[in-house]
């Protein structure tokens, strides 16, 4: 049983050998996973609607329907702060399956708590309180009633707001807080918690009320790329053309 887990992919036209890889690794070996899973951030550019006709977002499209198109895959996608959006029109035109954030899913038997990430970053209230009004679904359904320019204009706007908002930085810089992993994990009750958006890649083993924990970050592909691994009982980081080759 393989499952594989990214995140943080960011793909853009500013980086076609990126999503050249995405492609190798969806039509290579990711048909023979049982799951594929994308915990946000697929997308760089703000999504606004699978009417947008950038290019790369239709060749993203592409892939994953060609790869949901196969045999016995099961493609999973959680959204992230690029990605927010994401909804059932773009489930429907690729075959995934959207997942909210956070979810449990069972890997032999043990539950394992996903999420993309952001809203474990608790310390940057300012870009909480951004979140919680982006993401209310009356506002993303004002959004998405939207004609695409008006939709465009806005994005440019926010990806501007935001930027300045934060210094010129983006969310990703700044960390988990300590005491949002802990509710976390207590809350869900489980002892293995993934996530990406931070691009901080690192298995972290933490303790918590006596039992060992683990914190699994994904990396993201900006300079690198990266791919977890869930294989015979353990997690393992891969670069993707490795993974490739050795697959
Ligand atoms: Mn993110």
């Known amino acids: 049983m393989t499952t594989l887990f990214v995140s ?35 997308f760089d550019d703000f999504w606004i ?30 959204r992230g702060n690029r990605d927010f959006h994401l909804n059932k029109k773009f489930a429907e035109l690729t075959g995934c399956k959207i997942i909210k954030d956070p979810t449990n ?7 394992i708590l996903l999420m993309h990430g952001d809203t474990l970053c608790t310390d940057d209230v300012k870009y909480q ?11 993303k359904l004002f959004y998405s009633k939207m004609p695409l320019s008006v939709r465009q204009f806005i994005a440019y706007g926010v990806r501007g707001y935001t930027a300045k908002a934060i210094k010129k930085k983006s969310p990703e810089i700044i960390d988990v807080s300590d ?29 918590i009320d006596g039992l060992s924990a683990k914190r699994i970050v994904l990396g993201d592909w900006y300079k ?23 697959h």
């Open 8 to 42: 943080d992919l960011h793909l853009s036209q500013q980086r076609p050998e990126k999503l050249k890889l995405f492609k190798k690794l969806l039509l290579g070996p990711a048909i023979k996973a049982d799951a594929f899973y994308i915990l946000g951030d697929l």
């Open 49 to 78: 609607g699978c009417d947008d006709i950038r290019s790369t977002n239709q060749e993203i499209i592409k892939i994953l329907q060609n790869y949901t198109e196969k045999e016995k895959v099961n493609l999973y996608l959680m």
């Open 105 to 111: 899913i069972y890997l032999n038997e043990e539950k």
């Open 129 to 139: 309180y951004w979140r919680k009004f982006i993401t209310n679904p009356l506002i």
């Open 179 to 207: 005491k949002a992993v802990i509710k976390a994990i207590r809350d869900h009750e489980v002892k293995t918690l993934i996530h990406g958006h931070t691009h901080k890649r690192a298995i972290h083993h933490i303790d």
């Open 224 to 246: 690198e790329d990266w791919v977890l691994i869930y294989d015979k009982n353990d997690f393992k980081f891969q670069r993707i053309a490795d993974y490739i080759k050795d």
